[in-house]
């Protein structure tokens, strides 16, 4: 019964930087792993940040590491994604991800129990 969603895509340039966001509804947000995946066109989708119960452990991909930046306030049950000097290799459909489990581990094997609708990042080349 949690509900995602995502807001803050659009298009830019490479280099440019976009913040999106993730609302959840349901009272035990604080208890739950968050994180990002993300789908390029023709590829499967891969998980890209996590961050544990109380954002005091964080998680990457390589390719994202010193470029993006997740957070979240568990007072306002959000969590963010600030990404920084975006590549055209970031273009994606950008999906919120919640685990019951409490740690970032879960959302990086995709042990995810509810999923936000996406929204999409466009990187121009």
């Known amino acids: 019964q949690v509900q995602l969603g995502e807001s803050g895509g659009g298009l830019v340039q490479d280099g440019a930087s976009l913040r999106l966001s993730c609302l959840a509804s349901?009272?035990?947000?604080?208890?739950?792993?968050m994180g990002w995946f993300r789908q390029a066109p023709g590829k499967e989708r891969e998980f890209v940040s996590a961050?544990?119960?109380?954002?005091?452990?964080?998680d990457y991909i390589d390719s994202v590491k010193g470029r993006f930046t997740i957070s979240r306030d568990n007072a306002k049950n959000t969590v963010t994604l600030q990404m920084n000097r975006l590549k055209p290799e970031d273009t994606a459909v950008y999906y919120c991800?919640?685990?019951?489990?409490?740690?970032?581990?879960?959302?990086?094997?995709?042990?995810?129990?509810?999923w936000g609708s996406g929204t999409l990042v466009t990187v121009a080349t």
């Open positions: 991800a919640a685990a019951m489990n409490p740690f970032t581990r879960a959302i990086r094997k995709g042990k995810v129990d509810w």
């Open positions: 349901g009272r035990s947000f604080s208890g739950y792993a």
């Open positions: 961050i544990d119960w109380n954002g005091g452990k964080t």
